[in-house]
């Protein structure tokens, strides 16, 4: 029988799971961008919004100016340096 550690292992050996991450997070960007537009375009300056959605927006934009916002590093490959701080943290 394996272990945990050999099956840890042997699944951190497999790079099959991994290299479509480029694609599909296009795809889901693609969908944030279309609801976003959607949003925006039925949204008034002087509209009253229950606190839940606006949370959500702030959530949402937290979480994709972290993903977005490079900290300290030109290339874009290097995904693993990306910061998870919010816009103003990263020099936005």
């Known amino acids: 029988m394996k272990t945990f550690k050999q099956i840890l292992a042997e699944a951190n050996k497999d790079d099959s799971e991994y290299g479509q991450e480029g694609g599909m997070a296009k795809s889901q960007l693609r969908m944030i961008i279309a609801s976003a ?49 919010r816009q103003s943290d990263c020099g936005g």
């Open 37 to 85: 537009k959607r949003l925006h375009a039925l949204l008034e300056d002087d509209d009253e919004l229950p606190g839940h959605i606006v949370a959500d927006i702030v959530l949402a934009t937290d979480y994709i100016t972290g993903a977005g916002c490079e900290s300290g590093t030109k290339s874009r490959r290097t995904l693993n340096t990306l910061c998870v701080t």
